[in-house]
């Protein structure tokens, strides 16, 4: 098996595109196959080098690292081949309508009704108008001819699905620029890299009725396809522009990959949103039957519960570089963090010097601190005795003690921090 990933180097990996990745390398790996990284960069206007390095960033960063790769800017006399062919056999047509004489004709086709198909008045063009309209000047655009006929495949996810050729315009494959639109490239890779398995989102599932029939035209054989339902934000449809969305800026946030990829692997089928510790579990846990053929949500909250969970196991060794903390210190907290970070900044107000503010009731408190040694049970000893010495209670007891022991009105809980800080420490910052 085969499977690949062929992102657009137009922006940064989001959500959406994050999940087909993820699940084409499970799907690959779940059948002891092969994952293949795309990139589809015949647009060269939008497709951006820098965007390229940034998808393989950050699919390495998720570990969904690829066994073999291509770029489609590398292909094009391969592309130019498949064309000519195309051309001889009568499936690629070129054309001359501008963009304001084909939006006329689809307004009036739907001003009476009509589905706004394209109507092939190309087609009827002899050799002599082609060449006259050449001669004149005009560049010709090509359309690729489908087939009236039914088209039909036993789909991953959406099972039994069926188009009428009939019913799809002839695809514009290759602009007057002489660029290739993304249908035709793509075709021609998945058939000459024998990729098995197409898995994509559903906005493509009319695309597969055309490609199709481009694989057809070409002898090749046609890959099994599985069109993953959308993944929707809570507003609406997940969109690159948006942002807040990219794999990048969770990474900023602190969000752990593998809080993505278990969100990911999941959403949007039968099974429970876990924190899995890591890409085999998901990957031996998968099934791709449990995927549901409606939209799932994106939900950043659900992401930032796993992502707490998967902290609280994180083993020293795996976040050592990333924080300045010992590994005592971080077996001490880690049950208590959200974000990996958030270590060092327990370690700071720990172990560095505080601005605490003292008066008479902090000095108070710390005549009536239990002995060592201390543990997380000592805090509530401590706050009795002060609330039956002092009357005080709620806030006005907690906060000043607060900001005296960590300088802050908000942050950890005081009772995990006080063996922290030890005793020592928290009798100077009472006083
Ligand atoms: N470059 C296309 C995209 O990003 C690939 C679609 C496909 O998987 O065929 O939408």
Redesign the pocket.
Known sequence: MLTRF???PTGYLHIG?ARTALICSIVARKAGGKFMLRI?DTDLERSKAEYEEAIKEDLKWLSLEWDSFARQSERLARYEGVKQQMIASGRLYPCFETQEELEIRRKMQLTRGLPPVYDRAALKLTQEQIEANIAAGKKPHYRFKMAHKDIIWDDGIRGHTKFNGAHISDPIVIRETGAYT?MLP?TVDDADFKVTN?V?GED?VSNTATQIQMFEAMGATVPNFMHLALIKGKEGKISKREGGFDIRSLRAEGIEPMAICSFLARVGTSDAIEARPDLNTLTQEFDAAKFSRSPATYDPLEIERLNAKIVHEMPYATIKNRVQVDEAFWNAVRSNLNKVEEANEWWKICNEEVKPTVDDFTRQAASLLPPEPWDSSTWNQWVEAVKAATGRKGKELFMPLRLALTGMEHGPELKDMLPLIGRERVLKRLN
């Open positions: 062929a992102p657009s595109n589809d993304y793509s197409v994509r493509h």
